[in-house]
């Protein structure tokens, strides 16, 4: 033990001294109270000597809380690779392949068409697009086809032959010439007052079908068709310039009104009872 250390009391050796101490006291005659008050001073004394100094018991320190395991990057996602363009398969027709499809394509564009899109809608090089479009020109006027192909701009198209033009002339005038029906005037009025509007809708307005009647009408130029229903997919129809010019008028808004040329309420229902 060290200099200046104090040793830890043992108090059952301080009960086994203060035992003997008392017998020791009693055996001389002398165990008074004053001799037992010096024992117990001198044995404070000694206590104070050998107490430990009080040591200051601070509050547990709460421990910071553990951090949590790092957390491993997540990998940006790779971007897709965008699919590439579809690769056409271009490949040599044969002559009659070659042939029908031409004339397929011609007979249904409005406008002429370049040789790249007849070669695209073919799937074959524009050399074989020019040497069929050739040939078949030369085959119409070899056997004087009612069909002449022009090459009109940097496009291709079918026209009737000028010796046959005095037969469409006479076909075109003849079926101007001669008046709509009645089915055909009620079609028109409901597509000039209801456009654009589709077939199905014109006929459920007039409670009967009107397909021929509106190929008469279109053949007629008085109709054409200007898109698609994005509700139910047909067509949508449309007067045309030549109705207004037929008519007199410059514009839809010169239409004359529908109220004044409606029936009267109690004539609809004497017509139609049940209504």
Same mark, same amino acid.
């Given at each position: 033990?060290?200099?200046?250390?104090?040793?830890?009391?043992?108090?059952?050796?301080?009960?086994?001294?203060?035992?003997?101490?008392?017998?020791?006291?009693?055996?001389?005659?002398?165990?008074?109270?004053?001799?037992?008050?010096?024992?117990?001073?001198?044995?404070a004394?000694?206590?104070?000597?050998?107490?430990?100094e009080?040591v200051?018991?601070?509050p547990?320190?709460?421990?910071?809380?553990?951090?949590?395991?790092?957390?491993?990057?997540?990998?940006?996602?790779?971007?897709e690779?965008?699919?590439?363009?579809?690769?056409?398969?271009?490949?040599? %027709?044969?002559p009659?392949?070659l042939? =029908?499809?031409?004339?397929?394509?011609?007979?249904?564009?409005?406008?002429?068409?370049?040789? /790249?899109?007849?070669?695209?809608?073919l799937?074959?090089?524009?050399?074989?697009?020019?040497?069929?479009?050739? =040939?078949?020109?030369?085959?119409?006027?070899?056997?004087?086809?009612? %069909?002449?192909?022009?090459?009109v701009?940097?496009?291709?198209?079918?026209?009737?032959?000028?010796?046959?033009?005095?037969?469409?002339?006479?076909?075109?005038?003849?079926?101007q010439?001669?008046?709509?029906?009645? /089915?055909?005037?009620?079609?028109?009025?409901? +597509?000039a007052?209801?456009?654009?509007?589709?077939?199905s809708?014109?006929?459920? +307005?007039r409670?009967v079908?009107?397909?021929?009647?509106?190929?008469?009408? +279109?053949?007629? =130029? %008085?109709?054409h068709?200007?898109?698609?229903?994005?509700?139910?997919?047909?067509?949508?129809y449309?007067?045309?310039?030549l109705?207004?010019?037929?008519?007199?008028?410059?514009?839809?808004?010169?239409?004359?009104?529908?109220?004044?040329?409606?029936?009267?309420?109690?004539?609809?229902?004497?017509?139609?009872?049940?209504?």
């Open positions: 033990m060290t200099e200046g250390e104090k040793t830890p009391i043992s108090w059952d050796a301080l009960a086994a001294e203060l035992a003997a101490t008392r017998e020791e006291a009693e055996a001389r005659g002398d165990a008074d109270p004053e001799t037992w008050d010096a024992v117990a001073s001198q044995l004394a000694r206590v104070a000597e050998r107490e430990p009080a200051e018991i601070l547990p320190v709460d421990e910071p809380a553990p951090l949590p395991p790092p957390v491993a990057a997540v990998p940006a996602p790779k971007p690779p965008e699919p590439e363009p579809e690769q056409l398969e271009i490949a040599l %027709l044969e009659e392949e042939r =029908g499809g031409l004339e397929a394509l011609l007979f249904v564009m409005d406008d002429p068409v370049d040789v /790249a899109t007849l070669a695209t809608a799937r074959c090089p524009p050399h074989q697009v020019v040497e069929g479009l050739a =040939g078949l020109a030369e085959e119409y006027d070899r056997r004087r086809s009612g %069909l002449v192909l022009r090459k701009g940097e496009g291709w198209r079918l026209y009737t032959r000028d010796d046959y033009a005095e037969v469409v002339e006479r076909y075109l005038v003849g079926g010439q001669s008046r709509l029906t009645q /089915a055909a005037l009620e079609t028109l009025a409901v +597509i007052y209801r456009q654009p509007v589709t077939r809708r014109v006929s459920a +307005i409670g079908g009107v397909d021929g009647v509106m190929r008469t009408l +279109i053949g007629r =130029g %008085l109709v068709e200007v898109g698609t229903d994005p509700d139910s997919g047909g067509g949508l449309e007067t045309t310039p109705f207004l010019e037929r008519l007199g008028l410059t514009g839809l808004d010169e239409l004359p009104e529908l109220a004044p040329l409606l029936p009267e309420t109690s004539a609809v229902l004497d017509e139609h009872p049940d209504a």
